[in-house]
């Protein structure tokens, strides 16, 4: 069963650099997001689908001043202090999200070939739309897999939140994932992206995004495996 790519993160400092890091690179100013109350972190939100990436999405997050502390670590690797410099320094690509429609039987899949991906964790937010529910693959330690290549795993509950987002003038050309061992990438099967293993020892970034833009092109990197 195909999985599909859900959305690109960006995280960033706080919010506010990562909009205007946005309006500076991609050249429009993204929409509005929410509070994850139970991660302790914000976004906001652009859509980016063509007909190969139906409803993805591009979203830009931070941890939330205003939220209690999480009582768990926070999803994307956000707590850990070397990730925490880099973006201190400017907002960046750092991974991507699947779509699954079948999320137990792809954990599955993956612990077989040698992967923990986490368990299936509840979230949600509230959207002047009402609210989004959904289900993530989550590792008790934050951590990303296979240098962030490793897509994590997000099943929604109802509806998707790109059907509420107007377009945004940037839209995805593509998206190369480097690092994913083969045997993962045939359990995931993901539809309009090309992933790539790679040696550990390669210098080539996890992740390379090639949009198009009010800008023009734009390639983001993330960083190397």
Not at 20 to 49: D, F
Not at 111 to 138: D, E, F
Not at 140 to 156: E, K, M, S, V, Y
Not at 165 to 174: A, F, H, Q, R
């Amino acid at each position: 069963m195909n999985t599909h790519l859900d959305h690109l993160i960006v995280a960033a400092a706080t919010l506010a650099e990562g909009v205007a890091w946005c309006e500076e690179v991609l050249g429009v100013t993204p929409g509005p997001g929410g509070q994850h109350p139970l991660m302790g972190t914000h976004n906001r939100l652009l859509k980016i689908a063509t007909p190969t990436c139906p409803d993805a999405y591009f979203e830009i997050i931070a941890l939330d001043p205003q939220a209690a502390p999480p009582q768990r670590v926070r999803w994307f690797g956000l707590d850990e202090p070397a990730l925490r410099e880099r973006i201190a320094q400017e907002p960046r690509l750092i991974h991507a999200v699947a779509r699954s429609p079948q999320l137990d039987m792809h954990r599955f899949g993956l612990i077989q070939v040698g992967l923990q991906p986490g368990v299936p964790v509840q979230a949600g937010r509230q959207t002047p739309q009402g609210p989004l529910a959904w289900q993530m693959l989550l590792r008790d330690d934050g951590r990303l897999l296979c240098g962030g290549a490793l897509p994590t795993l997000i099943q929604w509950e109802g509806r998707h939140p790109a059907q509420a987002m107007p377009d945004s003038g940037v839209t995805l050309s593509s998206l190369t994932l480097r690092g994913v061992p083969e045997r993962a990438a045939e359990v995931l099967r993901l539809q309009g992206v090309t992933v790539e293993p790679v040696a550990p020892s390669s210098s080539a970034p996890a992740l390379t995004a090639v949009l198009q833009t009010p800008r023009g092109e734009v390639t983001l990197h993330s960083d190397a495996p």
